[in-house]
T-cell receptor, first 113, second 114 residues
Framework: DQQVKQNSPSLSVQEGRISILNCDYTNSMFDYFLWYKKYPAEGPTFLISISSIKDKNEDGRFTVFLNKSAKHLSLHIVPSQPGDSAVYFCAASEGAGSYQLTFGKGTKLSVIP | ETGVTQTPRHLVMGMTNKKSLKCEQHLGHNAMYWYKQSAKKPLELMFVYNFKEQTENNSVPSRFSPECPNSSHLFLHLHTLQPEDSALYLC?????????????FGPGTRLTVT
């Protein structure tokens, strides 16, 4: 049973427009969420995170939104750039001393010049 | 060297071979992890070491044997693997402290079992 779900395997966006990547989770014990970006032949790179006490966290072009009641989070990238083309993974932790991360399957983002 | 390094980057081995994957972190972290990434599957956590002590073993077959001699080095010893063990093996590290949960990954070892 997948506890972290990324239902869109792929997404294509025009350069300069907004990219929205979605993630749903089923485990109500999760209280810390992270997004990772992965290029081919490289390991995942930490991008941005959010604690369950917040509903938004922003870092430059990247914003993560958390809707706890819907068990849903999203990553917004604006404006999208060709260098953003990668696989994006959503991950979650139960926190409170549990440092294990549960990952989704990833969404492949393609930003078209 | 900075960050998390893994060697080798690619490995082809037969089912009767014994090999080891190596991971080294230069971040001053105190926890290290092995993950397996198979095609079209989420990253699967295999082992967790916290201050050199193994704290998690997620039902991994005994043909995978981890070793953590110190907080900077992590090994995964492989023996009598099966073709379905072919995957990308990722090492990660983190700093266990307060509310920090970010893990930092190495580039991975692409393993092919023939």
């Amino acid at each position: 049973d997948q506890q972290v779900k990324q239902n869109s395997p792929s997404l294509s966006v025009q350069e300069g427009r907004i990219s929205i990547l979605n993630c749903d989770y089923t485990n109500s014990m999760f209280d810390y969420f992270l997004w990772y970006k992965k290029y081919p032949a490289e390991g995942p790179t930490f991008l941005i995170s959010i604690s369950s006490i917040k509903d938004k966290n922003e870092d430059g072009r990247f914003t993560v939104f958390l809707n706890k009641s819907a068990k849903h989070l999203s990553l917004h990238i604006v404006p999208s750039q060709p260098g953003d083309s990668a696989v994006y993974f959503c991950a979650a932790s139960e926190g409170a001393g549990s440092y294990q991360l549960t990952f989704g399957k990833g969404t492949k983002l393609s930003v078209i010049p | 060297e900075t960050g998390v390094t893994q060697t080798p980057r690619h490995l082809v081995m037969g089912m009767t071979n014994k090999k080891s994957l190596k991971c080294e972190q230069h971040l001053g972290h105190n926890a290290m992890y092995w993950y397996k990434q198979s095609a079209k599957k989420p990253l699967e956590l295999m082992f967790v070491y916290n201050f050199k002590e193994q704290t998690e073993n997620n039902s991994v077959p005994s043909r995978f044997s981890p070793e953590c001699p110190n907080s900077s080095h992590l090994f995964l010893h492989l023996h009598t693997l099966q073709p379905e063990d072919s995957a990308l093996y990722l090492c990660a590290s983190s700093l266990i402290s307060g509310d920090s949960y970010e893990q930092y990954f190495g580039p991975g070892t692409r393993l092919t079992v023939t």
